[in-house]
């Protein structure tokens, strides 16, 4: 199976780092099965809802209990006052007390929830994860540790709650890709038919492409943003949104509810309304407090309901209504920006299946002409950490393995058909002709040290502990396979943040969740009236 890629990022202030862990992700595998159904399958539900805690776990103080977990007051009053100064950095309008704090809770619930089912499925972040993490930052911003301390504390932020932050966005990377990317496939025929409508449009055939046409300011006729002919470099498209969410098996009249209020703040957003302050107040997208950016990706890493919908757009200008099955979108063009231009920083670690596969930065240019690289051709013994099982206990059992191949002579095909949890051990751990770039970063180092028929010691990924063996390496022109992955990255990537954004609803709808505060301003309201 080959795997596909993306990157997320880890930002604080300027500073910004894109991990491949599970986006920055890896610990499941966007697997490619040849001819396999273009339809990703929904991701798994999350485990059904804990019992309330014990009443007399209730106390005052209490923010909100999630499952048995409790959010303290002063833990939400911190999140506040640290989400205030962001704001004010940033130079966005900071919303009311009541709203702020309606927002900064409702992000630590679901922060909540994402550790809770990390830990249950055995995910866990270590101090030495996070420090390479900020040396990757440090060295992708070209300047040391120190220096960056230094930046972090110009940012207002304390450096263990930089270092919290950082351990919280890897988590969530390794958790989406545990619970998603193992269900998103991408079919050969879907990418003949992504690589034929490219090649269309550089050929000048520009055609409208399909879904929903934005309603926005000043929106005129034209080629589907999606649709325009991509020169040396990839186009690139900035926006910010405004979402309201719509849970799964709404009732219709809940929906043109929530529809009404998407239409009232977009009014007032036409108004003449900060749309950065408003997303900060009302959006329920998980960017609401960065004012509801999105940040900057090329063409092909939106969704083309997104691009439909602010074709025409300028800069600044808004669309109308979108809606998604998350809910009812308003999208702002922060920027355009013409062919050629350079496109973000590509990852230094990509997403991939359990193997560790991955490719480069969303966006990246076509291989133009002959490329030619080294392959390797390796096998691997796959063991993840769970919640059985440590990384010690992986690391140990691998160990032994390894000493049953190099000192006992066991063939090590026949010990990854019996124990490696990758879907490559029914061949053995044959993962084929490996290409750079193919394969986490971890995972590459360690092979490309192996000499033929070497077997590494174990080997930590994002996807759990690996034994890796060379089989053979040769010189290839790869310049057709890269366009391919290419392609199933930016097709994969369309499908993996919108399946992973409907999985945490299923996580929230299914957790016990008691929001103390909301009550107690429910019950003041209803005193006063």
Known sequence: MRSVSSASRVSCGFLALSLALGTAAQAAEPGVGRGAAATAPRPAAAAPARAAPAPEQFADGIAAVVNRDIITLRELNAAVRSASGELSRQGIQVPDQA??????????????????????????????????????????????????????GKSGITWDQYR?????EILTDRLRQRVVDANIVISDPEVDAYLKEQQRRRNGGLAQGPGFQGQGQGQGAGASASAMPQAAGPQQLALAQILVRVPENTPAAQVAVLRKKAEDILARVKQGGDFAAIAAAVSEGPEALQGGVMGERPLDGWPDLFLNAVNGLGDGQVSGIVQSAN?????????????????????????????????????????????????????????????????????????????????????????????????????????????????????????????????????????????????????????????????????????????????????????????????????ATARDQ
Do not use: C
């Not at 063996?469 to 366009?483: F, I, P, S």
């Open 164 to 168: 919290q932050n950082i351990g919280d």
């Open 327 to 523: 809910g009812f979108h308003i999208l702002k063009v922060l920027a355009r920006s013409g062919a050629g231009a350079p496109g973000p920083a590509p990852a230094p670690a990509p997403r991939g299946p359990d193997a560790g596969r991955g490719a480069g930065a969303p966006g990246a240019a076509a291989p133009q002409g002959p490329m030619e690289v080294t392959q390797t051709h390796a096998r691997h013994i796959l063991i993840k950490t769970s919640a059985v099982m440590s990384d010690d206990q992986a690391r140990q059992r691998l160990e032994l393995l390894r000493q049953r191949i190099v000192a006992g002579g066991e063939k090590f095909e026949t010990l990854a058909r019996q124990n490696s949890q990758d879907a490559s051990a029914p061949q053995g751990g044959d993962l084929g002709w490996l290409t750079p770039g193919e394969t986490v970063p971890p995972f590459e180092a360690a092979m490309n040290t192996l000499q033929i028929n070497e077997v590494s010691e174990p080997v930590q990924s994002p996807f759990g502990w690996h034994l890796i063996q060379v089989l053979e390496r040769r010189q290839k022109d790869v310049a057709d396979e890269m366009q391919r992955m290419q392609a199933r990255r930016i097709l994969f990537e369309r499908r993996a943040e919108p399946a992973f954004e409907e999985w945490l609803d299923q996580l929230r709808d299914q957790a016990y969740i008691d929001n103390r505060v909301e009550k107690e301003r429910a019950a």
């Open 99 to 152: 709203a702020l704090q309606h927002q900064v809770l409702q992000r630590l619930i679901m922060q909540r929830l994402m550790r809770q089912e990390a830990t249950r499925m055995g995910i866990r972040v270590d101090g030495a994860q996070i420090d390479r993490a900020i040396s990757s930052i440090a060295a992708r911003n070209n300047i040391n540790i120190d220096q960056l301390r230094a930046e972090v």
